[in-house]
Nanobody
Framework: QVQLAESGGGSAQAGGSLNLTCVAS???????VGWFRQAPGKEREGVAA????????YYADAVKGRFTISQDNAKNTVSLQMNNLQSGDTAIYYC???????????????????????WGQGTQVTVSS
């Protein structure tokens, strides 16, 4: 099992920044760690993903150039630095992880939500204009 815990959500003005952190614990190895978000009345969507232990990173088009995902293997954390926030970024943000999987699952993370076995409880991000 893998347990995931997010922190760092909150409120920001449009154009501002927030940093989310996901701490992973447990005995299982992961293949890909991703950030997803769900706004009220909308489906959960992929934001960014990183292949565990590598520098292979993937982003949704909506956040490219504004969000940065990174990992600290020593601390078992994956972070999401969010800059130039917009009102459309308002959502609950979830950290999720797969068991060891093929690279193609991570590179197409937004469409392969079914492969993410482990999920955190989510953290609210609210952006006001």
């Amino acid at each position: 099992q893998v347990q995931l815990a997010e922190s760092g959500g909150g409120s920001a003005q449009a154009g501002g920044s927030l940093n989310l952190t996901c701490v992973a614990s447990g005995s299982r190895s992961t293949g890909c760690v991703g950030w997803f978000r769900q706004a009220p009345g909308k489906e959960r969507e992929g934001v960014a993903a990183i292949r565990t232990g590598t520098d292979r990173i993937y982003y949704a088009d909506a956040v490219k150039g504004r969000f940065t995902i990174s990992q600290d293997n020593a601390k078992n954390t994956v972070s999401l630095q969010m800059n130039n926030l917009q009102s459309g970024d308002t959502a609950i943000y979830y950290c999720a992880a797969t068991t060891p999987v093929l690279e193609s699952v991570c590179s197409s993370f937004a469409a392969r939500r079914d492969k993410f076995t482990y999920w955190g409880q989510g953290t609210q991000v609210t952006v006001s204009s």
